[in-house]
């Protein structure tokens, strides 16, 4: 043919030279379009060769050529050539193609890295093989089975931007020589695949005896050895000839063998049958390839021959003779007679490449795309066979990971989905841990592992048994049954979904089976061939005890002697890993296992390793090193512990690492299912709980250690204790209280606040400054107490570094950790710190004297520093022991000790010199990670209960858990209900930034006993998805009831939260949920909580342990809590104290209380010392009392007078420290040292904000508002407005504290107010409301004043202006004034102010029997008269409240009649409802009247709802617009009515507005509205007004 292109080409090619030469247009601007075809279909043998004239360097990829079965005169001409479909070939890059999918994905030179003058070629041979040549040099075949008629392809993509046809030909003389080879080796191929016997070929042994002779004839001493063809099932080791002369090594021996038998009994496992006892049978009829079978031995292929030794069996198409005695290796599963190995289908996923002969498959762009990973088997499974995959590449972009299941698809006729979980038919899918059945969840915890946290290296495999059961395995382990009953034709597919980005199939399955096997073959041969096994691992004698020995299956380069005793590494210098080595059999509770290192060697780093694994070792397919292991395992490696290769405690106990031959370590499990290890028979403690029982004993010979012998002889090992974590001698890092709970004086330690490169460990007694060559200062470490008089807080240097100037500073301060902000040095400090600096003595950063008798910076490692405040206030240094005098004089009595890791110093402790220290401490390194030595209460800590989510693993006796994997399922509870006020706190210990989210923290009524006895099973993967009890939470800022938004921005936000944090929750007396960051009360956080509670927290996103900081004893039981000043305020749902058994609580002496002399410049005090004006500007305003504020005591105050004419307004709160000498800023923010300040709707210390959204915005606060403050007997800061205590808005208040006034902006005058209130609670303002309070009525507890609204004294809503909106609102619809209560009182104000300011809760229950309703936040209420007929006293107490939404137009006819009729224009209320009707109102009503028929007799029907979110929709209450007639402003109003409804006169029933979204959190749709047919059943209470 001619060598030309066709002048039908891509749109950016140029032709010229005769058609020889193409040119691609545009080459910078584009790299593709560049597609030219040969002009005729190639000749067979012809090679289309084209030169590279022109290549560009802007782009990736290069010349890509090929064959096409598609016309060029025709053809539509793709983009590139991979957009060729309908039978074309490309070969681009190394890798060839088949109608754009990959099929083979490393061939021949790289086409990318061809330069100009390259020449590269393609041909079709006359065997229908695809050939590329490049620079003449033949690649080999590509693809085979191409038709005729194909023409060339040439792709000018990429680099390559101009091509020219030299040649199209056939190969010269030496190319075709090479080809003709290459023929011959393939008919010589083809010939030896035809002689098969069963899928074993001719050459192949048939039983054990033909494997012994095989392996005798690699040593020489057989004259004949079969030949094995090279074919994809052959053995990756076997020769293709076993030349007599050839001796294998020992390992290669080794490996043939056990590749061979391997393939051997896989035929058998696949349906094959026994073993013959004769010699190889040979096949010697004919059939056509992939369609033969024979039969041999006594037996058939398919069954339906009885016939044996030389019998034939009927093979379907084939019957062939078999000699006798031969092996009968047929392959028989549902008629299939091929013994095809399990392959990836080619046809797969759009972003899927498969390589390594279809084995391995790979997602395409794995950080760009999760889905479209989806890989299906090649054939259908048989029964019992096993499908399994190894995970070889992650990434950590995405969430999810891999997803294996079966399929009845035909991947042939399947139209791949992007995700196989989205198939709806044919699918059972293993997804996380759950069985998804066509796309939807069978079994939510199908198994104890997940797949989304499988590791690189874990395998998975799946088996379809011949029962139709369906089982997964994880890494050999049986899952159990997933599914029962699956057809009895289905294809593995495997989605590597997420995560999963390349899997590849493993066919070697029968680990126990080759083992077992290969040791019978190798102690055959000779018992000195191979891997020692002794003989009493596999024949053990009955007589023997049950020894612990070492198991025959090891680590590939560990070997076991002495009978099983004696485990070593034989080539240790050149190898550090693979020596795990297991126990042959699981240890008894209390066996103690422990092994004496024999042998170490220098040249590795790390050492010995040891733990127990729940894997058998005949099963594990063991790892290089046994902390790769993801799932059963607990190692102790270095001074670590690690659960599933997650280190689970840092610092646990000796270090492994610096033992030495001679030295020993053990491990034991006990009953409990505690965990402890032990070293040179020192039990280190407790290093794991809830480990299962049969777990194998487990040795790593890692790194340094060589070998490893058992110590049995357990009679001289010490006792092991009833409880290791108790008592003097033994230290156990987990249990909270065991310093604290000794000695008194053995209790100084470092405290848990320090500054931001200080990290303490050993229990707090070690401070250490990290980074220490990077970082020189922030290492800022305290005393976790004050110093008693006399007492020496004394540290030693124990390292330093040459890098910096300077060195150690100590000293002490009289700010308390909790309220001190580390600055960079501690010198720094400008009030209440004394320190030490080299030779300097100074005070509050200030130089006081110089040359002090010693020099820190000249300190060396190993020098001791000592701290001593005498009785008489002088500061005493010590060095070494030696007193150095009195360094200052005047020190309060109580401070801290101080040490700064400034400069050379890097880590320091404390020495027994500062108390009796337990020894134990040395030896354990117990870290406060595991260890927490500080706790805010005193009393029986909190602990854990054991029932929790799967994921969590609790240390410490249930005061410490870890989240050990995945990001979820980390629920745990407390052990115990939480008795009121009890306060459940938590320290968070870890975080992993990798993860997004935070800890979850709240109450439930989910009683943790009632849980399934497993954990893993029982709990939601997150507590937002908790439902199954009634359940409140703080997630991030939000507030959820079961999951449901009940509040947002409630406080600071928990997502924010890192180490150190402490997070706490409580049930407080009036039902309230409370939630305490770092010790701050946030507020009520919810409301009706239940008595019956437990805390619980989800260790969830980043947070990955926390551990106990509170106890089960309160803080203060011997105070009394000042009861609230709720009682005396009349607002609606309001609380009535029941009266205190035995008489009122004992009155506290009152303080007279008086403003201080000393104030702002513009302050003008009046009414001796009562009353304080701003006399000028807005600011200069500040106020403190003259007394200080005593515990328990309420203080005051009303606002007098606002102008306007400012903005912003007063803030309060109190000072730590004397005001006598205080000079005071413009404002309070200024004030920056013991102060916290409430101001607007925050709360400050310091000048920095520490809690938002408390109590109501006291910008708004009117004239007229009585403002308080009160400090309780926790030292807990409370603000009151007009009597309602607002919560906790500070803790640790100091004693003394004086309370503060800024007459800040509006507010200009205040007056404190004296009207003899004793104590919070007594009598003289009870008595100001007690007489416009009526009888109130118990409901679940809440006792409910039927008055409803506050005393005029203290009504915050006198001035408010959206009252007076609404009220000339009111005044425009001209309704008569009879119809309203004349005292204006009863008139209540919802806004956001004034209910604040009230301190309403957002629900209330009512009536008997109790039923919710939420107060109607935004309206106005005003009070109408109650028609002196009814029983009003019944009606609010037994009825219930609802709320209705009318029109305008239907208020005046609704008033006339007092209560809601048939027949009124509200679009909402009544309608007319036929006898017949729905909802259940089928009968007449008993009073109706009868003047109609009864075809057209109607009852009124009257709907309500328990909240006005639902009857204040526009739909109900429709918008009418006016003109304000002060303002002259247009807005919209809406009205309704508040009500009183008789109880079992109207039924609940769901919206009919069609809403999906609920309408209230606190009702469901389903039962938000009410229907009433009964005309008395109702009783109007009150207008509803809201104005836009």
């Not at 406080?1051 to 049930?1067: E, F, M």
């Not at 437990?1094 to 926390?1106: C, N």
């Not at 004693?1295 to 800024?1302: A, V």
């Not at 008993?1486 to 526009?1514: A, H, I, K």
Request: net charge negative; aromatic share 6%; proline share 5%.
């Amino acid at each position: 043919m001619a060598a030309e292109l066709h002048p039908c080409s891509g749109k950016l090619i140029g032709l010229s030279n005769s058609n020889r030469t193409a040119q691609r247009n545009q080459p910078v601007q584009e790299f593709n379009h560049g597609l030219v075809l040969s002009r005729e279909p190639l000749k067979d043998r012809d090679v289309f060769t084209v030169r590279i004239d022109k290549k560009v360097n802007s782009w990736s990829g290069s010349i890509e050529i090929g064959v096409t079965s598609l016309d060029p005169a025709g053809l539509d001409f793709p983009s590139s050539a991979t957009g060729l479909k309908g039978g074309s070939w490309i070969v681009s890059g190394c890798s060839v193609l088949r109608d754009g999918r990959s099929v083979l994905e490393e061939y021949g030179r790289d086409l990318d890295q061809l330069s100009e003058g390259d020449r590269v070629g393609i041909q079709r041979s006359t065997h229908g093989d695809l050939h590329l040549w490049v620079n003449g040099q033949d690649c080999g075949a590509a693809a085979s089975g191409l038709p005729t008629g194909l023409w060339a392809v040439v792709d000018l993509y990429g680099k390559c931007t101009q091509v020219t046809v030299v040649s199209c030909e056939p190969p010269s003389l030496a190319e075709r020589d090479t080809e003709r080879e290459t023929v011959e080796e393939r008919e010589q191929e083809d010939e030896e695949e035809e002689v098969v016997v069963c899928g074993v070929r001719e050459g192949e042994f048939g039983g054990l005896t033909s494997a012994v002779n095989l392996a005798a004839a690699t040593n020489g001493t057989l004259e004949e050895v079969p030949v094995l063809p090279p074919t994809h099932n052959r053995p990756d080791k076997f020769p293709n000839n076993l030349e007599p002369e050839t001796v294998l090594t020992e390992h290669q021996l080794f490996d043939v063998l056990n590749n061979a038998i391997v393939s051997l009994y896989r035929s058998e496992d696949n349906g094959g049958g026994d073993l013959g006892g004769g010699g190889i049978g040979r096949d010697s009829g004919t059939g056509s390839r992939g369609d033969r079978g024979s039969s041999s031995g006594g037996g058939s292929v398919n069954g339906n021959s009885s016939d044996s030794g030389g019998g034939t069996g009927n093979t379907g198409s084939v019957n062939s003779p078999a000699g006798g005695g031969g092996a009968r290796l047929g392959a028989v599963t549902g008629g299939m007679l091929t013994n095809d190995a399990l392959l990836f289908h080619e046809k797969c996923g759009t972003l899927i490449k498969l390589s390594n002969n279809n084995k391995t498959a790979e997602r395409r762009r794995p950080l760009d795309e999760f889905n479209n990973g989806v890989v299906m088997t090649n054939r259908p499974l048989r029964h019992n066979e096993m499908f399994e995959i190894r995970i070889d590449k992650l990434v950590d972009k995405w969430s999810g990971s891999i997803e294996i299941g079966v399929t009845t698809h035909n991947p042939n006729n399947l139209d791949y989905p992007a995700t196989m979980t989205n198939l709806r038919s044919g699918t059972i899918m293993m997804s996380g841990c759950g069985i998804l059945t066509n796309g939807k969840g069978t079994r939510r915890e199908y198994c104890e592992f997940s797949l989304d946290e499988l590791q690189e290296g874990d395998h998975i495999g799946l088996m379809h048994k011949a029962s139709g059961a369906l089982h997964f395995y994880i890494n050999g382990i049986d899952q159990g049954v997933a599914a029962a009953q699956t057809p009895a034709v289905v294809y593995a597919v495997v989605d590597l979904y997420g995560m999963a980005v390349k899997v590849t199939i493993v066919h070697n399955h029968n680990h126990s089976d080759r083992l077992r096997r290969n040791n019978a073959i190798m102690r055959a041969l000779s018992p000195d061939v191979g891997r020692p096994r002794p003989a009493h691992s596999l024949t053990p004698d009955p007589d023997t005890p049950d020894r612990l020995l070492f198991h025959s299956n090891c680590g590939q380069k560990a070997a076991i002697i002495s009978e099983g005793r004696t485990a070593l590494r034989p080539h240790a210098t050149d190898d550090f890993n693979h020596g795990v080595v297991l126990s042959g059999r699981p240890l008894h509770s209390n066996e103690v296992f422990q092994v004496r290192i024999d042998k170490m060697v220098d040249k590795w780093a790390g050492s010995i390793e040891i733990g127990v694994t729940t894997h058998n070792p005949a099963y594990l397919q063991l790892p290089s090193t046994m902390t790769n292991l993801r799932s059963g395992t607990w190692m102790m490696t270095g001074n670590g512990v690690m659960h599933n290769g997650t280190t689970i405690l840092d610092e646990y106990g000796h270090n492994l690492d610096r033992l030495k031959a001679g030295d020993t370590v053990g491990v034991v499990r006990k009953e409990d299912g505690s965990l402890h290890f032990f070293v040179n028979g020192v039990a280190q403690g407790p290093a794991a709980w809830n480990v299962p029982p049969s777990v194998y004993a487990v040795v790593d010979l890692y790194g340094q250690a060589a070998q490893a012998t058992i110590m049995d002889d357990v009679a001289d090992l010490p006792p092991l204790p009833e409880d290791s974590s108790e008592g003097p001698t033994v230290m156990s890092p987990s249990s909270p209280c065991s310093v604290a709970g000794g000695n008194s004086a053995n209790d100084l330690r470092f405290h848990q606040l320090h500054g931001t490169n200080a990290v303490i460990t050993n229990g707090g007694r070690t401070a250490l400054r990290q980074n220490c060559r990077s970082e020189f200062n922030d290492a800022i470490v305290i005393s976790n107490r004050c110093l008693r008089d006399g007492e020496l807080f004394e540290i030693v240097i124990q390292k330093m570094v040459d890098r910096w100037s300077g060195s150690i500073e100590a000293g002490v301060t009289a700010i308390r950790p909790e309220e001190l902000e580390f600055p960079n040095t501690m010198t720094d400090i400008d009030y209440d710190t004394w320190m030490l600096s080299g030779t300097a003595i100074m005070q509050d950063g200030n130089t006081m004297r110089n040359n002090y008798g010693c020099d820190l910076d000249t300190l060396t490692t190993g020098s001791r520093i000592g701290m001593m405040r005498s009785a008489t206030g002088d500061l005493h240094y010590y060095i070494n022991g030696v007193d150095q005098g009195v360094a200052c004089t005047g020190l309060p009595p109580e401070v801290y000790a101080v040490i700064d890791l400034y400069g050379q110093c890097v880590q320091v402790s404390i020495t027994s010199s500062s108390g009796p220290q337990d020894n134990s401490l040395c030896t354990s390194n117990i870290t406060e990670r595991s260890f927490p030595i500080h706790s805010p209460v005193a009393g029986v800590a909190h602990r854990l209960h054991s029932k929790h989510g799967k994921n969590v693993v609790l240390l410490g006796e249930g005061c410490q858990a870890v989240r050990v994997g995945g990001y979820a399922h980390g629920i745990v509870f407390s052990a115990k209900e939480l008795k009121t006020d009890e306060l459940f706190e938590v320290k968070i210990d870890e975080v992993d930034d990798q993860w997004s989210g935070s800890l979850h923290m709240g109450l439930t009524t989910l009683a943790p006993p009632e849980l399934p006895s497993c954990p893993m099973s029982g709990l939601s993967p997150t507590l937002t998805q908790l439902r199954s009890k009634v359940t409140w939470l703080l997630a991030g800022s939000e507030v959820r009831r079961n999951g449901l938004l009940q509040r947002q921005n409630y406080g600071a936000s928990l997502d924010r939260l890192t180490v150190g944090n402490r997070v706490g929750v409580k049930r407080c007396s009036d039902d309230t949920m409370h939630v305490l960051i770092d010790g701050e009360d946030m507020g009520p956080a919810a409301t009706a909580v239940a008595k019956n509670v437990y805390a619980v927290l989800d260790l969830y996103g980043r947070v990955t342990a926390v551990s106990i900081v509170s106890s089960s004893v309160l803080e203060d039981a011997g105070s009394v809590k000042a009861p609230s000043l709720s009682s005396d305020s009349c607002s609606e749902g309001e609380e009535d104290r029941m009266p205190v058994e035995g008489g009122e609580p004992a009155l506290v002496p009152n303080t007279v209380m008086a403003f201080l002399e000393n104030h702002g410049k513009n302050i003008q005090l009046s009414h001796e010392n009562l009353t304080a004006a701003r006399v000028s500007s807005y600011n200069q305003g500040l106020l403190v009392t003259a007394q200080p504020l005593p515990r328990q005591q309420l203080f005051q105050f009303q606002i007098d007078r606002l102008n306007a004419s400012w903005t912003s307004s007063l803030s309060l709160g109190v000072i730590g420290h004397s005001p006598d000498r205080l000079n005071f800023p413009s404002t309070a923010c200024c004030l920056k040292r013991s102060v916290w300040l409430l101001q607007r709707d925050s709360v400050f210390h310091n000048s920095l904000k520490i809690c938002e959204n408390y109590g109501p915005n006291l910008d708004t606060c009117p004239e007229g508002t009585v403002l308080g403050l009160l400090v309780d007997g926790n030292s807990c800061l409370h603000l009151y407005v007009n009597g309602m205590d607002q919560g906790v808005a500070a803790q640790d208040i100091p004693t003394p504290c004086y309370p503060l006034i800024d007459l800040y902006g509006q507010c200009e005058q205040v007056t404190i107010v004296t009207n003899n209130v004793a104590t919070v609670g007594g009598e003289g303002i009870k008595a100001r409301c007690q007489g416009d309070m009526e009888k109130a009525d118990m409901v679940d507890g809440i006792k409910e004043s039927v008055c409803w609204m506050p005393h005029p004294e203290v009504n915050p809503n006198k001035t408010c202006e959206y009252q007076a909106l609404c009220s000339r609102f009111k005044d425009l619809l001209t309704l008569p004034d009879g119809y309203f209560n004349e005292d204006a009182k009863y008139n209540l104000c919802y806004c956001e102010s004034c209910h604040k300011l009230r301190g309403d809760e957002s629900y209330y229950k009512r009536g008997e029997p109790p039923r919710d309703y939420a107060l109607p936040f935004g309206w106005c209420r005003f009070a109408l008269r109650i028609k002196p007929h009814c029983d009003v006293s019944n009606s609010f107490k037994q009825w219930h409240i609802a709320y209705h939404g009318t029109s305008v137009g239907a208020l005046r006819r609704t008033l006339d009649h007092a209560q809601l009729l048939s027949g009124t224009s509200s679009i909402f209320s009544v309608s007319p409802v036929k006898m017949e009707g729905p909802n259940g109102y089928s009968e007449p009503e008993e009073n109706s009247s009868n003047s109609l028929p009864d075809r057209d007799r109607e009852v009124p029907r009257v709907q309500l709802s328990p909240t006005m979110r639902y009857s204040g929709l526009e739909m109900f209450a429709p918008k009418v617009q006016f003109r304000d007639p002060r303002s002259h402003c247009c807005h919209q109003a809406q009205v309704g009515f508040q009500v009183c409804v008789r109880p079992g006169s109207y039924k609940v029933g769901p919206q009919t507005l069609g809403a999906i979204e609920p309408l209230d959190p606190r009702f469901s749709n389903t039962e938000i509205e009410w229907i009433t047919k009964d005309q008395g059943g109702t009783l109007l209470y009150g207008l509803l007004i809201r104005v836009e």
